[in-house]
């Protein structure tokens, strides 16, 4: 496998929420860097610079590539990196709807319960203006929630009910579930790339930091619970040693 001339820099937000990272896309996008063996640093600098308005997104040597599953091409096409390997084209096939499954759908319902809560809002997202002047932070709050509602409703799942859209991230944890089965790994004895994807968001919607009847309704499904546990100790063992001493 090839590597690079010198180590990728990932843009990320950093730890929060006493999770290893403050959103499920940097998280699945660091967790394919380990699954790959790649080198890289973090720079916890670099959002009002993203080239998309968002993290995270990495630079290598002078390629900026944004968005994390534009990441994971980059990767697996400029260092032979085969996430998938092993599976065959209908698993890789089942493999890639369930990943659009989890960040076109469930995700989604995810950030609406943590940004769109009062409860939620006030005890996570809301300290990310800290650092903001405190004359223009609460602006700046109402600015960005109101862009957060724009943008669900422009997908179309903000236009639903509490209890609808409940019902819609309910039955993505189900097929989820289902899908996980009793594998350590969704598509079998070794993760795969969209093993990462999963991984990042279950663990911020079954975060203990956040109340939210998304986490009730992914706790109450046996096997997700000890998958997460299981790519965390794989993936971020300092972080799960930290967790498992708490």
Same mark, same amino acid.
């Not at 959103?23 to 063996?37: F, I, R």
């Not at 032979?80 to 995700?107: C, K, S, T, Y």
């Not at 911020?204 to 965390?232: G, S």
């Given at each position: 496998?090839?590597?690079?001339?010198?180590?990728?820099?990932? =843009? &990320?937000? %950093? !730890? +929060?929420?006493?999770?290893?990272?403050?959103?499920?896309?940097?998280?699945? *996008?660091?967790?394919?860097?380990?699954?790959?063996?790649?080198?890289?640093?973090?720079?916890?600098?670099?959002?009002?610079?993203?080239?998309?308005?968002?993290?995270?997104?990495?630079?290598?040597?002078?390629?900026?590539?944004?968005?994390?599953?534009?990441?994971?091409?980059?990767?697996?096409?400029?260092?032979?990196?085969?996430?998938?390997?092993?599976?065959?084209?209908?698993?890789?096939?089942?493999?890639?709807?369930?990943?659009?499954?989890?960040?076109?759908?469930?995700?989604?319902?995810?950030?609406?319960?943590?940004?769109?809560?009062?409860?939620? =809002? &006030?005890? %996570? !997202? +809301?300290?990310?203006?800290?650092?903001?002047?405190?004359?223009?932070?609460? *602006?700046?709050?109402?600015?960005?929630l109101a862009e957060i509602a724009q943008r669900l409703h422009g997908h179309g799942i903000g236009r639903h009910s509490d209890e609808d859209i409940l019902f819609l991230g309910?039955?993505?944890?189900?097929?989820?579930?289902?899908?996980?089965?009793?594998?350590?790994?969704?598509?079998?004895?070794?993760?795969?790339?969209?093993?990462?994807?999963?991984?990042?968001?279950?663990?911020?919607?079954?975060?203990?930091?956040?109340?939210?009847?998304?986490?009730?309704?992914?706790?109450?499904?046996?096997?997700?619970?000890?998958?997460?546990?299981?790519?965390?100790?794989?993936?971020?063992?300092?972080?799960?040693?930290?967790?498992?001493?708490?």
């Open positions: 496998m090839l590597q690079p001339t010198a180590p990728i820099t990932l =843009f &990320a937000f %950093g !730890p +929060a929420f006493d999770l290893p990272e403050a959103s499920p896309y940097v998280m699945k *996008t660091e967790t394919q860097l380990k699954m790959a063996g790649l080198p890289y640093e973090k720079d916890f600098t670099g959002f009002d610079k993203a080239p998309k308005g968002k993290l995270p997104y990495i630079r290598d040597g002078e390629t900026v590539v944004a968005d994390s599953t534009f990441i994971r091409q980059h990767i697996e096409w400029s260092y032979g990196v085969d996430f998938d390997a092993g599976l065959n084209l209908q698993q890789r096939a089942a493999a890639w709807a369930v990943e659009r499954m989890i960040e076109d759908h469930l995700g989604w319902a995810a950030l609406r319960a943590r940004w769109l809560d009062p409860v939620n =809002f &006030a005890k %996570g !997202p +809301a300290h990310f203006f800290d650092r903001i002047p405190e004359e223009i932070r609460e *602006t700046m709050k109402e600015k960005t309910t039955r993505s944890l189900y097929s989820l579930s289902q899908m996980l089965g009793d594998k350590p790994y969704l598509m079998g004895d070794e993760p795969c790339g969209t093993d990462a994807t999963a991984f990042g968001m279950l663990t911020h919607v079954m975060a203990p930091f956040f109340t939210t009847d998304l986490r009730k309704a992914a706790e109450a499904h046996a096997n997700l619970r000890p998958y997460v546990d299981r790519m965390m100790a794989r993936y971020y063992p300092e972080f799960s040693a930290r967790q498992m001493a708490a």
